[in-house]
Every structure is written in structure tokens, then in C-alpha cells.
């Protein structure tokens, strides 16, 4: 089982998405700032966590149908004003052709970028991930042309391993990317 409670990084607070949380977001997104205690900037979700994925979220979180299932909200800690502020949000679950392996995906809204929250963030996500019993491998694609998002994967060990083809099950012409438990 993955950890349910907020994580702490240097600079974010990765507050873990329950049901309630994400329910609201997609029913009521005006309430998730109540919900997460911090600003929600006029940006949010980011470009790829759009209505149709926040409710497969919720389906799957209402439904307990992958117990590897989690994701995050990140929290910005600003410590100058005292302020939070939604940054990002990133998360895991299971991956269908492995037992030993999940995959994660993340998000920045663009103002977040290149400031190295997502590696920060991705980087505790990798943390958590191995003490999940029987995890051996962690999977992500991103497309190639998102340079900043190779990065993150790199810069937390992640391995390049081809591009997807048809009939893979994951989006044709991302890059996969494995990071491997040491």
C-alpha cells in the first residue's frame, strides 16, 4: 500500500488526493482551494489533466479497482509570504503487462516550469514507490518534443527505452522511459 498521508519536500507539500478532494474538483473545482488550503491559480489543471481524466480518476478511486492507484496535488510552500499555492500534481497506477511495475504520470502548470518542482516532486514519487512490496520498476512515457519533462525523468534515473508503437496500449509515438529499483 502507498502512503496516504502528505509528503513534505524541500519546497512542496504533496497532499494526497482522496475521493472527496477529487470529487469536489470535478463537481465543484471553486472548492478545491478550501480543500487543499492553498491558491489555485486561474491556470489550473494543467494541459493534460483535463475533465475526462479527473474523472477517471475519480472511477477509479470510488470504485478501489487498481489498490495501486494514488495521486498528488503539489503544493508550492512560499515561504516569504506564508502562502501555498497549487503548482502541480502527479501520480501512479498500476501497469497492465508487469505486476512488478506502475506507472507514473505528472503535471506543472506552465508559470511552475522549468524551476525544478517536478523533479523534486517526481523524485519523492520515486521514493514512495519502492516501498510498495513487489515494485520493481517504475514506467513513464512522455511525447519527445516535451524536453522539460525528459528531463525530470532523467534527472531522477530514468532509462529511455524506445518509442511506442501501435498496439502497446500506451499513446503511439511517446517515449518510455523505465526506471529500474537498485
Known amino acids: 500500500m502507498i ?27 471553486e472548492t478545491l482551494g478550501s480543500h487543499l488550503g492553498a ?28 489498490p495501486l492507484f494514488m495521486t498528488w496535488y503539489w503544493i ?46 517526481v523524485g519523492c514519487m520515486i521514493s514512495e514507490i519502492f516501498r510498495i512490496p513487489g515494485i520493481q520498476r517504475i514506467v513513464a512515457t512522455t511525447y519527445p518534443h516535451l524536453l522539460a519533462s525528459v528531463r525530470v525523468l532523467e534527472k531522477n534515473g530514468f532509462i529511455f527505452s524506445g518509442t511506442i508503437s501501435g498496439g502497446e496500449g500506451i499513446e503511439e509515438g511517446t517515449a518510455l522511459y523505465i526506471h529500474t529499483r537498485k
Open 39 to 66: 491558491v489555485i491559480p486561474p491556470s489550473w489543471p494543467p494541459e493534460l489533466l483535463d475533465r475526462e481524466t479527473l474523472a477517471e480518476f475519480v472511477r477509479m478511486k470510488s470504485a478501489d479497482s487498481d
Open 76 to 121: 508550492l510552500r512560499e515561504p516569504e509570504t506564508g502562502g501555498r499555492v497549487l503548482a502541480g500534481s502527479g501520480g501512479i497506477s498500476s501497469f497492465s503487462t508487469a505486476n512488478d511495475a506502475v506507472i507514473i504520470g505528472y503535471s506543472v502548470l506552465p508559470e511552475f516550469h522549468n524551476r525544478g518542482y517536478a523533479t523534486e516532486a
Open 3 to 29: 502512503h496516504q498521508n502528505a509528503i513534505r519536500t524541500p519546497r512542496l507539500d504533496m497532499v494526497p488526493a482522496t475521493l472527496e478532494i477529487l470529487t469536489s474538483e470535478l463537481e465543484h473545482p
